[in-house]
């Protein structure tokens, strides 16, 4: 099982410009989410889909972030236009089911100049 | 609002001691209690979890014990090792039977050879 696998591992732009944060969850995972981590603010949930629908976004921070789910095994994380405060390390996770254990991705760690 | 609190931050313990993390929940409708280690610079790993229906879980050298009453949980690592060392985070469920987890700050455990 090759795990949740997140692309790119690093990211360095400048603030106004476009980020695109990849995932694919693992095989035969029916729930996928997606979470930011800070020093400050610790591991937060940003956004939560079930079989491809999203369920739950009342974590994404602005409008500026959207994050889609085409298909059962690839999610996207966008930030458009993004800002130094968006800086941070971005995990995907995906469970079985709602009720099982989340299982991380390797994060994305991004950098906002 | 929900709210997990974890103790202590930091944690030090000579390799071969124990070494025992506490967290405090605040919604006493929570029902299941993830631990994750994390390593620096890498994912959340999930090493135990605990269901509300039991009061102790065991795996090895690690065991979780989970007091409703009290609304607390904590994680116990026996016979420490130095590739213990990691940040540990608690987590407890928002509800029954959610995907939504409320996590603890982390408690940096440094095991000393």
């Known amino acids: 099982d090759a795990g949740v696998i997140q692309s790119p591992r690093h990211e360095v732009t400048e603030m106004g410009q476009e980020v695109t944060l990849r995932c694919k969850p693992i095989?035969?995972?029916?729930?996928l989410f997606w979470y930011r981590q800070t020093m400050m603010r610790g591991l937060e949930l940003l956004i939560y889909?079930?079989?491809?629908?999203?369920?739950?976004d009342s974590g994404m921070p602005e409008d500026r972030f959207s994050a889609k789910m085409p298909n059962a095994s690839f999610s996207t994380l966008k930030i458009q236009p993004s800002e130094p405060r968006d800086s941070a390390v971005y995990f995907c996770?995906?469970?079985?089911?709602?009720?099982?254990?989340?299982?991380f991705g390797d994060g994305t760690r991004l950098s906002i100049l | 609002g929900e709210n997990v609190e974890q103790h202590p931050s930091t944690l030090s313990v000579q390799e071969g001691d124990s070494a025992v993390i506490k967290c405090t929940y605040s919604d006493s409708a929570s029902n299941y209690f993830p631990w994750y280690k994390q390593e620096l610079g890498k994912r959340p790993q999930l090493i135990i979890d605990i269901r509300s229906n039991v009061g102790e879980k065991k795996d090895q050298r690690i065991a979780v014990t989970l007091n409703k009453t009290a609304k607390h949980f904590s994680l116990h690592i026996t016979e420490t090792q130095p590739e213990d060392s990691a940040v540990y985070f608690c987590?407890?469920?928002?509800?029954?039977?959610?995907?939504?987890?409320?996590f603890g700050t982390g408690t940096r455990l440094k095991v000393l050879a």
């Open positions: 095989s035969g995972h029916n729930s």
């Open positions: 889909f079930n079989n491809n629908v999203p369920i739950d």
């Open positions: 996770a995906s469970s079985l089911t709602q009720y099982q254990p989340q299982h």
């Open positions: 987590a407890a469920s928002i509800g029954s039977g959610t995907y939504k987890y409320i």
